[in-house]
């Protein structure tokens, strides 16, 4: 069992960047592809970016390609979801998620059913 605990969320303004982080509890956090989703309100959850276990392969969902950049660091067992130029659309309960996978190099997918851990969620707000 892994569990996932998202920090970093907060209210900011459009143009203006948070980092989220995303700490997991497991000695072979290595192992595990991670992504990061995100659900607005009243609406359905979505993809936004994914890493492999190395950190070689990302993928982007494209309104936030340029702007977003996922990281991990496998020795503090964490992923990282670096957010810039902030927009009012971004605002959601963002999500971390992991998938065991014995593959190294390829990301673990963009569909939520991809993956078998969640985390609680943090929320992001960006005003206008």
């Known amino acids: 069992q892994v569990q996932l605990v998202e920090s970093g969320g907060g209210l900011v303004q459009a143009g203006d960047s948070l980092r989220l982080s995303c700490a997991a509890s497991?000695?072979?956090?290595?192992?595990?592809?991670m992504g990061w989703f995100r659900q607005p309100t009243g609406q359905e959850r979505e993809f936004v970016a994914a890493?492999?276990?190395?950190?070689?392969?990302?993928v982007y969902t494209e309104s936030v390609k340029g702007r977003f950049t996922i990281s991990r660091d496998n020795a503090k067992n964490t992923v990282y979801l670096q957010m810039n130029s902030l927009k009012p659309e971004d605002t959601a309960v963002y999500y971390c998620?992991?998938?065991?996978?014995?593959?190294?190099?390829?990301?673990?997918?963009?569909?939520?059913?991809?993956?078998?851990?969640w985390g609680q969620g943090t929320q992001v707000t960006v005003s206008s």
């Open positions: 998620a992991a998938r065991f996978t014995l593959s190294r190099d390829s990301h673990a997918g963009t569909e939520g059913n991809d993956y078998n851990y």
């Open positions: 497991t000695l072979s956090f290595s192992y595990y592809a």
């Open positions: 890493i492999s276990r190395s950190g070689a392969s990302t």
